[in-house]
């Protein structure tokens, strides 16, 4: 295995766990996540609208016939998903969670190893791979799915978190390949003297 993979894994792998971590520490330590959902505390209504409707596991539209044919919500607008409680895993969401921030870390190790330069501008490079994250993940489905800009900003400020610790780790652990071979060289002469 080439060095280049070995830091390519080593960060991929390492950035990965230190996203996962940060975020779930972010997620429980700050309150304006949590704070900003809502419950609903009717859960015999709740299961009425499952029987009657014979709802299976999906995603739906609270007031969909409006909302497609262009008339504007009328009392409630929004969007639920529905997991009958025999097929919703916290831990397959969990390990979902874990292999996006892995594929996140990959992509941030894999351009660090193609660019030399100041730890700073490494720093910018991995921080904009968490901003495209950012913007294609909570931002997007807050456009779409109208979450609270409350639970929107609340996404983006523990994402944020996790990934500015991921830029600030990162280029400490994956130097890029153009300084590797510097290093090489150096260590060539260091020892033809």
């Not at 505390?41 to 709740?46: D, F, H, K, L, T």
């Not at 499952?50 to 607008?77: D, F």
């Not at 791979?129 to 900003?153: N, Q, R």
């Amino acid at each position: 295995m080439s060095k280049s993979t070995k830091h390519l894994l080593r960060g991929g792998i390492a950035g990965g766990l230190l996203i996962y971590l940060v975020h779930l520490g972010a997620w429980m330590a700050f309150p304006w996540t949590n704070a900003s959902i809502h419950d609903l505390r009717e859960p015999a209504a709740i299961e009425a609208i499952e029987k009657s409707a014979k709802v299976t596991s999906g995603t739906y539209y609270l007031n969909a016939n409006e909302h497609r044919n262009g008339v504007g919500p009328g009392g409630i607008y929004g969007w639920m998903t529905i997991h009958p409680s025999s097929t919703y895993s916290v831990g397959r969401s969990l390990l979902g969670s874990f292999l996006q921030n892995l594929g996140v870390a990959l992509c941030a190790a894999w351009l660090l190893l193609q660019i030399s330069g100041s730890y700073g501008r490494r720093v910018l490079v991995a921080g904009v791979v968490g901003l495209v994250g950012i913007m294609s993940g909570p931002v997007y489905d807050w456009i779409w799915t109208w979450y609270s800009s409350a639970y929107a900003a609340a996404m983006v400020a523990n994402q944020l978190v996790a990934y500015g610790v991921m830029a600030l780790v990162l280029p400490k652990l994956v130097p890029s390949v153009k300084n590797e071979r510097v290093e090489e060289v150096r260590a060539a002469i260091g020892q033809a003297a």
